[in-house]
């Protein structure tokens, strides 16, 4: 199935074939260029076809001659017949004007399409597209895809040399009833191209993917903020609660005099003692109080070990040292 991008605003042009390399081509419309200001139309045409691979764009005219001297000025611009599709609205005149232009070897594309009598028209008139429009038809209550299933089938079943477009696209669903009722080509509006490959299973998987592949190939110190929180255990308490909140830690390295590490100090701790014995507590030094022994794991540990280390003690944070066993930053499971 051909994907076409359906628009005018340049930028997103821009980045969709930028990024999307496969896309067949671009559909736009006069409607698209008004609301996007443009108002050199001749020049935005010519313009886009040096961007994408296929356009395709309005031949306006009363009578079928109109619209074929329309198709022709504007391939006089310099445009590639073999990679322009000229758009022309469902009626009599632009039926004929279609078995014209594609009498002298030019793409076309009958769209306003809303009944299963005008695809015919255009079917039998030799259209390289037939174009419906969904959303539209749906707007005003109507099966629009009861009507795309019959295109289908007619082209199938007659053996039209003509591909069904799925146009008006409102939405992600929009395109899986294109896919499933077997299209041939659908065009798309940028904000619901971009939302296809969505979904949060996807997401969540792919985050996980991430995470267990960084836990495996990163290293600790890969991933320890550049920030040592370390005092000195003779440090008052005050100091060293202002020290974690400049540090920016939920805890504390603390060192003796040989810059051995002697234990940790976390925001727990300071509540737990505040609750305990009161504001009297912060009259005290680091060195008046008793400290577990720290985890610890060395800045060359496997990202994964850290992890491991955090599932089995259940601790917040855990001090890194090198191999002196010396305190050179602090990983928290946030880092992780």
């Known amino acids: 199935m051909e994907l076409y991008l359906d628009s005018a605003n340049l930028q997103e042009i821009e980045e969709a074939f930028g990024k999307l390399s496969f896309l067949t081509g671009l559909t736009t419309t006069p409607t698209f260029m008004q609301r996007e200001g443009i108002t050199d139309i001749d020049g935005t045409i010519v313009k886009l076809s040096k961007i994408v691979p296929i356009l395709q764009i309005e031949a306006l005219g009363n009578t079928a001659e109109e619209i074929l001297a329309e198709a022709e000025r504007q391939l006089a611009l310099g445009l590639d017949p073999k990679k322009t599709v000229f758009k022309i609205p469902v009626s ?27 695809a015919y028209m255009a079917m039998q008139a030799g259209a390289t597209y037939v174009c419906p429009l969904v ?24 053996g039209y040399n003509t591909k069904i477009m799925f146009s008006s696209v409102r939405h992600t669903e929009h395109v899986r009833n294109a ?10 509006p940028w904000k619901v191209m971009k939302q296809l490959t969505e979904n949060n299973l996807t997401t969540l998987g792919t985050e996980q993917f991430i995470v267990d592949t960084k836990l495996m190939t990163k290293r600790v110190k890969d991933v320890i903020r550049n920030v040592n929180p370390v005092v000195s255990i003779n440090t008052k308490l005050t100091d060293a609660i202002i020290k974690m909140t400049e540090y920016g830690f ?40 008793t400290f577990k022994a720290p985890y610890t794991i060395h800045a060359n540990a496997l990202l994964n070990d850290a992890y491991q280390m955090f599932k089995k003690t259940n601790v917040d944070t855990i001090i890194v040292v090198d191999d002196n066993n010396k305190s050179v930053g602090m990983i928290d499971i946030q880092d992780i």
């Open 135 to 158: 959303g539209r038809l749906q707007d005003q209550g109507h099966d629009a895809l009861a009507l795309i299933e019959q295109c289908v089938k007619a082209v199938n079943y007659y």
């Open 250 to 289: 939920g805890a504390i390295t603390i060192v003796d005099e040989n810059d051995t590490v002697k234990g940790i100090f976390t925001d727990g701790d300071l509540r737990r003692y505040i609750m305990k014995e009161g504001s009297k507590f912060l009259e005290k030094k680091l060195s008046e109080l």
């Open 92 to 118: 009599l005149e632009g039926v004929r004007a279609c078995k014209m232009l594609r009498d002298k070897g030019y793409l076309v594309n009958i769209h306003l399409v809303y009944t299963l009598q005008q």
């Open 179 to 188: 896919i499933n009722l077997g299209v041939h080509t659908i065009t798309v």
